[in-house]
C-alpha cells in the first residue's frame, strides 16, 4: 500500500494512493492518522488493505488532489535517527574512511516537512547542501535485535527523506554534527510511506537527485555500507525503536560537499527534485530563512 497525509500543515488527513488509477482515497472514515499507533495496530491496517481493493475502494471517498498539499507521510514521529557516510562513493567523494561501525546522529523530528514544501536556507548560511536518502518506517517496537530477519520484520515501510545539511554549521563551528543538521524544514519526508511488502529488497533501489534540471545524484542502495538490516539491528542495541520511528539510511555520492571548488551549494530560488524506485518524487523550492 501507499499510504500518505494531504491537507494543511497540523490538519493533515490519512489517504491511500490507488497505484492503478492513481487517484487518491481518503481514509479519515477508517482511521485517525497514519502514525505509529496506526502501524503497529494489525487490525486497522488490514481494514486498510480490504478497503484498498477493487471492491472497497470504491467506497473511499474520493480526494481531489488538484493543488491539494501533500503533508509529511507519517504524524507524530517520535524520533529521526540518520545514517552518516554509508555508502561507499559518498565516502570516497569526500575522502572519509570507510566507518567500521554505523555513524550515528539525530534529528529532531520538527525539522520534517512535507515533501514538496518549502525549504529555507538558513541565515548566515553558506553551505547548504543536498541528500537523497532512503528513510525507513518502524512498525514494531525493537530493542536488542538479535537477526537481519528480525530487524525487516520491524520495518513498516520505506519514504523518501531529504536530509538538508548546512556544511560550514556541522562540520567547521565545532561540537557534533547537530547544528548543521536541524534547523528548520531540514527534512522534507514523502510522498508516501510505502509498505514494506511493496519492496522486496531495499537493498536494490535506485536514487536521483536534481538541482535546478541536473542530475546531481544517481546512486543505489546496493552501494550502501551498511544495509538496512544491519542498520536497524545495530540501533536496536543502543536504543529502542518504536513504532513511527524514521531512520535516514545514508546519501550517494554526488552532494556538493564532493564537487570541487567553487562548491555548488544551495541558494534561495533553487529547485531541488529527488526521487527513489517505487517511492515517489519530491520537489523543493529553497528560500531564506
Known amino acids: 500500500m501507499k499510504l500518505l497525509r494531504v491537507g494543511p500543515a497540523g490538519a493533515e488527513r490519512p489517504a491511500l494512493l490507488d497505484d492503478t488509477s492513481g487517484t487518491l482515497s481518503d481514509l479519515s472514515g477508517l482511521v485517525p492518522d497514519i502514525d505509529g499507533a496506526l502501524l503497529a495496530d494489525d487490525a486497522a491496517l488490514a481494514r486498510i488493505r480490504a478497503a484498498a481493493s477493487a471492491e472497497g475502494a470504491a467506497a473511499l471517498p474520493a480526494i481531489d488532489d488538484g493543488g491539494v498539499r501533500i503533508g509529511p507521510p507519517l504524524g507524530r514521529i517520535g524520533k529521526v535517527v540518520c545514517i552518516g557516510l554509508n555508502y561507499h562513493d559518498h565516502a570516497a567523494e569526500t575522502g572519509a574512511a570507510i566507518p567500521r561501525e554505523p555513524i550515528v546522529f539525530m534529528k529532531a523530528p520538527d525539522t520534517v516537512v512535507g515533501p514538496r514544501d518549502t525549504v529555507l536556507v538558513p541565515r548566515n548560511s553558506v553551505k547548504t547542501d543536498w541528500e537523497a536518502e532512503l528513510a525507513v518506517v518502524i512498525g514494531r517496537t525493537a530493542r536488542y535485535l538479535d537477526s537481519d530477519e528480525a530487524a525487516l520484520a520491524a520495518v513498516a515501510g520505506y519514504t523518501i527523506a531529504h536530509d538538508v545539511s548546512e556544511r560550514s554549521f556541522q562540520i567547521e563551528r565545532g561540537g557534533q554534527w547537530d547544528k548543521g543538521k536541524n534547523c528548520e524544514t531540514f527534512n522534507p519526508l514523502g510522498p508516501w510511506l510505502v509498505t514494506a511488502d511493496e519492496i522486496p529488497d531495499p537493498q536494490a533501489l535506485r536514487l536521483r537527485l536534481w538541482v535546478n534540471g541536473e542530475l546531481k545524484q544517481d546512486g543505489s542502495t546496493a552501494d550502501q555500507i551498511f544495509g ?62
Do not use: C, W
Not at 238 to 267: C, Q, S, W
Open 228 to 289: 538496512v538490516a544491519h542498520v536497524v539491528r545495530y540501533l536496536s542495541q543502543f536504543m529502542t525503536l518504536y513504532p513511527g520511528d524514521v531512520i535516514n539510511t545514508g546519501t550517494p555520492a554526488g552532494v556538493a560537499l564532493g564537487h570541487p571548488e567553487p562548491k555548488p551549494y544551495l541558494r534561495a530560488g533553487d529547485v531541488v527534485e529527488l526521487e527513489i524506485d517505487g517511492l515517489g518524487r519530491q520537489r523543493q523550492e529553497l528560500k531564506d530563512a
